[in-house]
């Protein structure tokens, strides 16, 4: 993320606190212009906070907060920012035109340029036919649509968007995923996106910022975060990691079984205890001395439910990971 | 099959039967008897079941069409004060208070716990000749003589109705502001709108339903008011309430007082059709 260019967010020792809890411990965080940036967390680990602290939402108890090196803090700055809501907060009174052109309205732009963008914007989203039309007559992931449209027509800096495919079902979720990917490289301006699901921010981020109670655990590439996880807890979060004695995990993904294990790479014996065919692969649970290790293989395997098993890794696929206490 | 379609009319008859009794023999009955006697006669103080438009046709005496123009320039005023006063209560109610928010429901309620009449009568005991205004005015030498149009007019009677009413106008009002999506609010403010244009665009439009229910409760009391204008009116602020409790309880003409509350009924729902459908949002459903 580095770069001599200014960042477009940065944030400086922000803290949050509602009563006793808080919500955010003490963040740094730079983020440079032009990247889709996902904070990724379970519930409560404060990223939702992050955000509305980032869009002007919520005033931070400690720290700074700049967007485009002006620190959000008065209700009077211009700001650089637009959030899309996880319900939408679509305007139920207007049509998708009104809700659209609502930014501009406000921001008093002439109004032959604000019918002008808003064509054009809803065009870009495939809304056009869409345009007279109430936000309660239209799909979930049409709404998404409008509701990103109302942002982006007003050229912020910064999109913020709060879970904002957690209303839409599996599969429209994933076509949404990649339509925001392209809308993002397209407008090429910086999107900060939270989500819960590991899955959605590998496949959309170019910087995954991992969330753990209120502070941040690793920030890296989604492959950074995969193969090289900070810690225990990122290595557990961040996809499927079966955790070995000392400070070993290996991904399950990397678990070898039978003939395939080449020499060296052989770690010992056990019993399959449960088989699950997943379609594009086989997902194994071993036990072995007590514990469980799972093993994902591609394509079908021919072993049952009850079998001997050897199993192994190779050295440069066990992830090393610094002890819990060290942090 | 058939079984259990007769358990659903069995549930049907006991759960709506006690209801649609109640209704047909205290209101449907009553009204239906009402139509009837006003297209009917008195003769000689018996009432006659002989046709006739007349009953009608005397309403639209200047006298009577004096005191129905009255009744409804009193009931929209009182409803536009009660609108004017009621918004900002429920809007702080609503949306600008979490500590208070109990004590001050439970302010607007208490008034109603109160009888109606007692509340009349100390509107009489506040502006009459005597009366706490008019000492206070003359104890400040702000008069020698007591302001005489404080009581027994359509002042009073306004001020008296905004007083009783505005309860019934303040609830559903807060009722709709109360679930009112935060994050709309949040959505505006981000697009830029300020507290005022967040308001007017977003919170008004959405709110009007619940306006549009307070007027009603407002106005349909007011359009039928008798009580207060009769203890507060006297004889310059005479309003249709009074004039057809004296149909019945005076002149003993029902047919004239039934085609006079038929007439108020049509009047009220003529303007509930159109409150109503003026505080519907658009693009909500009907």
Not at chain 1, 209 to 221: D, F, L, P, S, Y
Not at chain 2, 108 to 124: C, D, E
Not at chain 2, 221 to 242: D, H, K, N, Q, Y
Not at chain 2, 251 to 270: E, Q, R
């Given at each position: 993320m580095g770069g001599t260019e200014q960042p477009d967010v940065r944030l400086r020792g922000v803290v949050k606190r509602f009563g006793a809890f808080e919500a955010v411990a003490g963040i740094d965080l730079d983020v440079a212009p032009g990247q889709f940036v996902t904070l990724l967390g379970p519930s409560g680990c404060g990223k939702t906070t992050t955000l509305r602290i980032i869009g002007g939402f919520e005033q931070p108890d400690a720290g700074e907060v700049f967007v485009a090196g002006v620190p959000?803090?008065?209700?009077t700055t211009k700001r650089h920012t637009r959030m899309v809501f996880q319900s939408y907060a679509l305007f139920p009174h207007m049509t998708v035109r009104q809700n659209v052109a609502f930014g501009l309205r406000m921001d008093k732009v002439p109004k032959g340029e604000i019918g002008a963008r808003v064509e054009a914007m809803l065009a870009n989203l495939g809304l056009s036919d869409q345009a007279e039309k109430y936000p309660r007559q239209l799909s979930g992931g049409q709404q998404q649509r409008v509701a990103l449209a109302r942002a982006l027509v007003t050229q912020p800096r910064v999109l913020l968007l709060d879970e904002p495919l957690g209303a839409l079902d599996l599969k429209m979720r994933k076509r949404m995923q990649g339509e925001l990917k392209a809308l993002q490289r397209n407008v090429g301006i910086t999107f900060i996106y939270v989500t819960h699901d590991q899955e959605e921010a590998m496949n959309l981020s170019d910087v995954i910022v991992v969330m753990e109670k209120g502070r941040i655990a690793q920030v890296g590439t989604p492959e950074d975060v995969y193969r090289r996880p900070a810690n225990a807890y990122v290595a557990d979060f961040v996809g499927e990691t079966n955790f070995l004695a000392g400070n070993l995990a290996v991904r399950p993904e990397n678990v070898l079984i039978g003939d395939v294990i080449p020499s060296g790479a052989a770690r010992g014996k056990g019993m399959v205890r449960a088989k699950s065919f997943l379609g594009a692969s086989t997902r194994l649970e071993i036990e072995t001395e007590g514990t469980t290790l799972v093993a994902t293989l591609p394509g079908a395997v021919s072993i049952a439910t009850g079998d001997p098993i050897a199993f192994g890794w190779r050295d440069e696929d066990a992830l090393h990971l610094p002890t819990k206490d060290s942090k | 099959m058939a079984a259990r379609k007769t358990r659903q009319i069995a549930a049907a008859t006991a759960f709506l039967g006690p209801p649609s009794l109640w209704i047909g023999a205290l209101f449907i009955l009553p009204m239906a008897t009402m139509a009837l006697l006003s297209f009917w006669r008195v003769v000689d103080y018996n009432i006659v079941a002989d046709w006739t438009l007349a009953n009608y046709e005397r309403l639209a005496r200047p006298l009577y069409l004096g005191i129905f123009w009255r009744t409804i320039k009193i009931a929209l005023l009182v409803t536009v004060i009660c609108a004017l006063v009621g918004y900002p209560v429920a809007y702080f109610l609503a949306r600008k208070t979490k500590r208070f928010q109990l004590i001050l429901l439970v302010l607007v309620i208490l008034p109603l716990w109160t009888s109606y009449l007692v509340r009349t009568y100390a509107w009489m005991l506040i502006l009459g000749t005597n009366g706490a205004v008019n000492q206070a005015l003359q104890g400040l030498g702000l008069t020698d003589t007591p302001v005489s149009w404080l009581l027994y007019s359509d002042f009073a009677v306004t001020l008296a109705l905004v007083h009783i009413y505005v309860p019934f106008f303040i609830l559903p009002l807060y009722a709709v502001l109360e679930k009112l999506d935060p994050r709309l609010l949040e959505a505006a403010k981000d697009l830029g709108g300020g507290r005022w244009r967040t308001f007017l665009h977003v919170t008004l439009p959405l709110s009007l339903p619940g306006v549009a229910t307070g007027c009603l409760f407002v106005f349909i009391p007011s359009m039928g008011a008798f009580v207060t204008p009769e203890l507060l009116g006297g004889a310059r602020s005479i309003m249709i309430g009074s004039v057809v409790a004296q149909q019945f309880g005076v002149a003993y003409d029902y047919p004239l007082g039934s085609a006079m509350s038929l007439t108020i009924l049509a009047i009220i729902l003529v303007a509930a059709t159109l409150f109503l459908r003026a505080g519907r949002p658009a693009g909500t459903a009907p």
């Amino acid at each position: 993320m580095g770069g001599t260019e200014q960042p477009d967010v940065r944030l400086r020792g922000v803290v949050k606190r509602f009563g006793a809890f808080e919500a955010v411990a003490g963040i740094d965080l730079d983020v440079a212009p032009g990247q889709f940036v996902t904070l990724l967390g379970p519930s409560g680990c404060g990223k939702t906070t992050t955000l509305r602290i980032i869009g002007g939402f919520e005033q931070p108890d400690a720290g700074e907060v700049f967007v485009a090196g002006v620190p959000v803090d008065s209700e009077t700055t211009k700001r650089h920012t637009r959030m899309v809501f996880q319900s939408y907060a679509l305007f139920p009174h207007m049509t998708v035109r009104q809700n659209v052109a609502f930014g501009l309205r406000m921001d008093k732009v002439p109004k032959g340029e604000i019918g002008a963008r808003v064509e054009a914007m809803l065009a870009n989203l495939g809304l056009s036919d869409q345009a007279e039309k109430y936000p309660r007559q239209l799909s979930g992931g049409q709404q998404q649509r409008v509701a990103l449209a109302r942002a982006l027509v007003t050229q912020p800096r910064v999109l913020l968007l709060d879970e904002p495919l957690g209303a839409l079902d599996l599969k429209m979720r994933k076509r949404m995923q990649g339509e925001l990917k392209a809308l993002q490289r397209n407008v090429g301006i910086t999107f900060i996106y939270v989500t819960h699901d590991q899955e959605e921010a590998m496949n959309l981020s170019d910087v995954i910022v991992v969330m753990e109670k209120g502070r941040i655990a690793q920030v890296g590439t989604p492959e950074d975060v995969y193969r090289r996880p900070a810690n225990a807890y990122v290595a557990d979060f961040v996809g499927e990691t079966n955790f070995l004695a000392g400070n070993l995990a290996v991904r399950p993904e990397n678990v070898l079984i039978g003939d395939v294990i080449p020499s060296g790479a052989a770690r010992g014996k056990g019993m399959v205890r449960a088989k699950s065919f997943l379609g594009a692969s086989t997902r194994l649970e071993i036990e072995t001395e007590g514990t469980t290790l799972v093993a994902t293989l591609p394509g079908a395997v021919s072993i049952a439910t009850g079998d001997p098993i050897a199993f192994g890794w190779r050295d440069e696929d066990a992830l090393h990971l610094p002890t819990k206490d060290s942090k | 099959m058939a079984a259990r379609k007769t358990r659903q009319i069995a549930a049907a008859t006991a759960f709506l039967g006690p209801p649609s009794l109640w209704i047909g023999a205290l209101f449907i009955l009553p009204m239906a008897t009402m139509a009837l006697l006003s297209f009917w006669r008195v003769v000689d103080y018996n009432i006659v079941a002989d046709w006739t438009l007349a009953n009608y046709e005397r309403l639209a005496r200047p006298l009577y069409l004096g005191i129905f123009w009255r009744t409804i320039k009193i009931a929209l005023l009182v409803t536009v004060i009660c609108a004017l006063v009621g918004y900002p209560v429920a809007y702080f109610l609503a949306r600008k208070t979490k500590r208070f928010q109990l004590i001050l429901l439970v302010l607007v309620i208490l008034p109603l716990w109160t009888s109606y009449l007692v509340r009349t009568y100390a509107w009489m005991l506040i502006l009459g000749t005597n009366g706490a205004v008019n000492q206070a005015l003359q104890g400040l030498g702000l008069t020698d003589t007591p302001v005489s149009w404080l009581l027994y007019s359509d002042f009073a009677v306004t001020l008296a109705l905004v007083h009783i009413y505005v309860p019934f106008f303040i609830l559903p009002l807060y009722a709709v502001l109360e679930k009112l999506d935060p994050r709309l609010l949040e959505a505006a403010k981000d697009l830029g709108g300020g507290r005022w244009r967040t308001f007017l665009h977003v919170t008004l439009p959405l709110s009007l339903p619940g306006v549009a229910t307070g007027c009603l409760f407002v106005f349909i009391p007011s359009m039928g008011a008798f009580v207060t204008p009769e203890l507060l009116g006297g004889a310059r602020s005479i309003m249709i309430g009074s004039v057809v409790a004296q149909q019945f309880g005076v002149a003993y003409d029902y047919p004239l007082g039934s085609a006079m509350s038929l007439t108020i009924l049509a009047i009220i729902l003529v303007a509930a059709t159109l409150f109503l459908r003026a505080g519907r949002p658009a693009g909500t459903a009907p």
